[in-house]
C-alpha cells in the first residue's frame, strides 16, 4: 500500500525555521519526482516547490524562493522541506505528493499520491 507521512509541522515565530519530512512506504521512492503544496486558510492548494527523482531539477515557487530548500535522501525513502526566514503567510497545512511521471510539475494533477498534511503555524 502507497503511503505518504508528512512529519515535522508545528508553530514557529516569524523568522524562525521548520523542516518537514516525508517519508513514503509501499514503493520506491527514488525514481519519481517529490513536490510540496500548502492549503492556508481560506485558500485552495498551491504549490510550494519539487523536485526530479535525482534532486537535480527543483521547481519553486516564487513566494518560497531563497527561503525554502528541498532534499532528498532516497536511501530513507524520505523528502525533506527546509523552510527558513518564516512569515505569518507561511501558515498553512503543507502536503507532500509524489508523481509518477517523475514531472517535478507545479500542477497538482500531476501528482498521483498524496499524504495527509502538516501544520505550519507561524505567529507575528
Known amino acids: 500500500q502507497v503511503q505518504l507521512v508528512e512529519s515535522g509541522g508545528g508553530l514557529v515565530q516569524a523568522g524562525g525555521s521548520l523542516r518537514l519530512s516525508c517519508a513514503a512506504s509501499?514503493?520506491?521512492?527514488?525514481?519519481?519526482?517529490v513536490g510540496w503544496f500548502r492549503r492556508a486558510p481560506g485558500k485552495e492548494r498551491e504549490f510550494v516547490l519539487a523536485t526530479s527523482w535525482s534532486g537535480k531539477i527543483i521547481v519553486y515557487a516564487d513566494s518560497v524562493k531563497g527561503r525554502f530548500t528541498i532534499s532528498r535522501d532516497n536511501a530513507k525513502n524520505t523528502v525533506y522541506l527546509q523552510m527558513n526566514s518564516l512569515t505569518p503567510e507561511d501558515t498553512a497545512v503543507y502536503y507532500c505528493?509524489?508523481?509518477?511521471?517523475?514531472?517535478?510539475?507545479?500542477?497538482?494533477?500531476?501528482?498521483?499520491?498524496w499524504g495527509q498534511g502538516t501544520q505550519v503555524t507561524v505567529s507575528s
Open positions: 509501499g514503493f520506491t521512492f527514488s525514481t519519481y519526482a
Open positions: 505528493a509524489v508523481a509518477l511521471s517523475n514531472s517535478p510539475t507545479r500542477a497538482s494533477s500531476g501528482y498521483d499520491y
